[in-house]
């Protein structure tokens, strides 16, 4: 079997209804009424006779997966599996099957800069993790001006439409359906009023650090509802919450997790900038710059094999580094700056990183110039175009 989840609207259908080796296999959408009762009734009529199916938004049956897993035990290799849905499964309250050693799990992430491009993935990361380091050079074309982007944001639909006014009805259209349909189908939420305030509280804090004593103050919610409201956010694929790196036995580390949305578009949208001029004024602009690569890291740490693990590093006495990449025994710190001139300080706590891990691969400062340069012998900038392909 293979599990593929991700956020709704990042096009999961369409891949597998157009996608090869898929696109001829038997499909199944519980989104057909009809369907999820023959789901729940009987089950094993939806892939009878055949050998190959997609079964989508299976997270609104959640029975259907004990059925699934007694199909593929009792023929082993006989009926090929793709299960997908709006939802992580592994997340799920509902789902009490694992499918343990029977199942391979992808996520969709939003669309990466670079396949809008039709570019192939970069292989920054990897060379980086490889001390492979690219040759100093400046680019004939600087970056394109990220505000568009961040105010737009990266779901598929919205690629098609033109302008911010169009931007912003389906962001508006796309959290009342959230809010309104998915969000019902996988707990009972009370105060859907509340939870829109979390998240707006939620997305004004992407790219720092998480308190949820202060999101619940701030909210006049209890703790533990907050701890409820951001566990369905993660299941839904909307907001994660990124580690500390914590592989120093010498140096005092904040253990909390950092705060990411998974579309920076959406983050921007809940935190009320609907112009770029007010989101270009914003103190919140630099986080939400962090999250569009934080997207395109994980994207690219999703394609290493095995995956890589992303962490954040930052000491009680305020040493930071934004993103540590890790795969296996390597390890690299990712800094990112919008400034078009980075300097020498920019990288400071990329320094002081590759001085408490002296092992590490390197350093990475991605930002908004046009020069590839090394700032130190392990530590070299690059225009942040250069990780999106």
């Given amino acids: 079997m293979v599990v593929v989840t991700g956020a709704r609207q990042v096009g999961k259908s369409t ?11 038997r499909y199944h959408t519980m989104d057909d009424f009809d369907v999820l009762r023959q789901a729940r009734d009987n089950p094993a009529s939806l892939w009878a006779g055949v050998d190959a199916v997609v079964l989508d938004e299976v997270q609104k049956a959640p029975d259907l997966l004990s059925a699934v897993k007694m199909a593929v035990d009792s023929r082993p290799g006989h009926t090929r599996f793709i299960l997908s849905g709006s939802a992580n499964l592994l997340l799920m309250r509902q789902v009490s099957e694992s499918l343990a050693g029977r199942a391979v799990y992808f996520v969709l992430d939003p669309i990466t800069l670079g396949e809008v491009n039709g570019l192939a993935p970069s292989t920054l990361l990897a060379d980086a993790l490889a001390q492979r380091w690219p040759e100093e050079k400046e680019l004939s074309t600087p970056p ?10 990266n779901m598929p639909p919205l690629l098609s439409l033109p302008t911010p ?10 959290v009342a359906t959230y809010l309104e349909r998915d969000l019902r189908q996988l707990s009972q939420i009370d105060g859907l009023l509340d939870f829109r305030r979390v998240m707006e509280l939620m997305a004004l804090r992407s790219g720092q650090l998480l308190n949820q004593s202060e999101v619940a103050r701030d909210a006049r919610t209890a703790q533990p509802t907050i701890h409820r409201y951001l566990n369905l956010l993660e299941a839904t694929h909307l907001f994660e919450r990124l580690p500390a790196y914590a592989a120093s036995p010498s140096t005092r580390l904040l253990k909390s997790p950092m705060a990411y949305w998974t579309d920076p578009g959406l983050a921007v949208f809940l935190s009320g900038y609907y112009d ?3 989101l270009r004024r914003s103190r919140q602009v630099g986080a939400y710059f962090e999250t569009l690569i934080y997207q395109h890291l994980r994207v690219l740490a999703g394609l290493l094999t095995p995956k890589a693990r992303l962490h954040f590093w930052r000491t009680t006495s305020g ?4 993103f540590v990449l890790e795969h296996g025994r390597r390890v690299l710190g990712v800094e990112v700056k919008m400034s078009s001139k980075p300097s020498y300080r920019d990288a400071a706590g990329l320094s002081k990183f590759l001085k408490e891990y002296p092992t590490a691969a390197g350093g990475i400062l991605l930002h908004g110039g046009t020069k590839v340069q090394r700032l130190d012998e392990n530590i070299i900038a690059v225009p942040w175009t250069e990780l999106t392909g």
């Avoid at 394109?144 to 944001?153: E, F, H, S, T, V």
């Avoid at 040493?319 to 934004?322: I, N, Q, S, Y």
């Fill in 15 to 25: 891949l597998l209804r157009q996608a090869e080796p898929f696109r001829n296999w």
């Fill in 144 to 153: 394109p001006d990220p505000i568009p982007l961040l105010l737009r944001g």
């Fill in 165 to 174: 006014d169009a931007w912003l009805r389906w962001w508006e259209g796309y």
């Fill in 276 to 278: 770029e001029e007010s």
């Fill in 319 to 322: 040493d930071e580094v934004d």
